[in-house]
């Protein structure tokens, strides 16, 4: 299951040296580690004007990949929210955000120059501070990346399927994640995150709930048990509205 926590703080407040400490932590630990860096510029490209790639997406195509011996990019000339592109990188251990200030419900750590910079950015899901210090949060310095890789992989939640099914013991997956952040609960105790049952629909992922995973699992494998060859451990199952 895939966490993410946001590095966030105001421009040359040590953002990207943070995701670089970070990343470099985590990895050194064997974790497969994503970033994501939020670009305000409104009419940014990491494309370059007249590549050939930039002439393919000129010409129409909506979605352009540049295969490289040692580097795969896939470009896609489209909006996206944050949501999505975490959906998109659930083969990762931890992705480490750059930046969404704004980010609500998603652990953060601040980069803060200032004390008035953490009473503008420190709210009840930040992990602690690089920098200026608050009493009662946890503050590093940018020397110190083993420890704060330390706290991210004991208090940092998995991105949470928000269908507050209560099989946590909380009442919603909010409160699940502040339990995470604040070492009430260990951050592998969301039951539905526990994968018996995998749905997509027109590629979008829908979470179910332990129990209806195992109500959804137990009839597909009980139909399959009296097929030649459905024998298995692992299930895979393509089902189409209506036949093309």
Known sequence: MVRAVA??????????????GLVRELSKRGHRVATVKHVVERNFSIDRPNKDTWRHARAGARVVVSLAPRELATIERRAAKLEEVLRGLEKSDFVIIEGFKGLKDLAKIVA???????????DEFTIASVGARKAGLPAFELKQMRRLADLVERRVPPVLPEIDCEHCGYKSCREFALAVLT????????????????????????????????MMAGTIVGILSSLKGAKGERIELKVMKRAR
């Open 7 to 20: 590095i966030v703080g105001y421009r040359e407040a040590g953002k990207t040296k943070i995701v670089e």
């Open 112 to 122: 803060a120059r200032s004390g008035t910079d953490l009473r503008k950015l420190v």
């Open 183 to 214: 070492g009430k609960r260990r951050w592998d105790g969301c039951p539905t995150l526990q994968e018996r049952v995998i749905l997509t629909v027109d590629g979008r992922r829908v979470f179910l709930n332990p129990f209806m995973q195992n």
